[in-house]
């Protein structure tokens, strides 16, 4: 069965600084990657999403992320955060013909 | 609808008593999902639906925990028995298909065992 790690539960970081946030899956099989991002008070939405092709995903709000199947990983990116990206961001795997797994969350904090 | 709903927003129950919870996926989704969502414990998986193949339940914590999809569409999480331990945001997401697409998720059932 597919499983998602995501290392870091909190990300504090001052605004127009960089980030990332670490992502690592696990799967015998090819997997569908997601980013998912749950701003305060709100339902999740999707961020960006891998399936195939380009290993650089590009997704709203200016995040980037980059499959990296030696590795395993998938890690969120944003060369600059503002205030208002402040929010959880979940990791998620799934294969063709299988259910969303999620990690336990990053919680991204970003002070002024 | 326009997107998943789900209800009630909140509930707030007695120790023992048994609850349920209901989510309305958008129209034609084949795939729904329930997920519980605890403080530090991420989104944790319960069940999950697609089409008319039999529900993967593997995430179900307890016997106490069972769900249904009528027809398809509209599905019902039911808890009996309920425990401090089951205090927790359950959401529910439908999607288009399954692997490769989308999940569209609902606002959640705030759940409050006293």
């Known amino acids: 069965a597919q499983s998602v790690t995501q290392l870091d539960s909190q990300v504090p970081v001052f605004e127009e600084a960089p980030v990332e946030l670490r992502c690592n899956y696990s799967s015998s099989v090819s997997v569908y990657l997601f980013w998912y991002v749950q701003y305060p008070n709100q339902g999740l939405q999707l961020l960006l999403k891998?399936?195939?092709?380009?290993?650089l995903v590009k997704g709203i709000n200016g995040f980037e992320a980059e499959f990296n199947k030696s590795q395993t990983s998938f890690h969120l990116r944003k060369p600059s955060v503002h205030i208002s990206d402040t929010a959880e961001y979940f990791c998620?795997?799934?294969?063709?013909?299988?259910?969303?797994?999620f990690g336990t969350g990053t919680r991204l904090q970003v002070f002024p | 609808g326009a997107g998943v709903s789900q209800s009630p927003s909140n509930k707030v129950t007695e120790k023992g008593k048994d609850v349920e919870l209901r989510c309305d996926p958008i129209s034609g989704h084949t795939a729904l999902y329930w997920y519980r969502q605890s403080l530090g414990q991420g989104l944790e998986f319960l069940i999950y639906f697609q089409g008319n193949s039999a529900p993967d339940k593997s995430g179900l914590p307890s016997d106490r925990f069972s769900a249904e999809r009528t027809g398809g569409s509209v599905s019902t999480l039911t808890i009996q028995r309920t425990q401090q331990e089951d205090s927790a945001v359950y959401l529910c997401?439908?999607?288009?298909?399954?692997?490769?697409?989308?999940?569209?998720f609902g606002q959640g059932t705030r759940l409050t065992v006293v």
């Open positions: 997401a439908s999607s288009p298909g399954q692997g490769r697409t989308e999940a569209f």
């Open positions: 891998y399936l195939s092709g380009s290993t």
């Open positions: 998620a795997v799934s294969r063709l013909t299988d259910k969303l797994i």
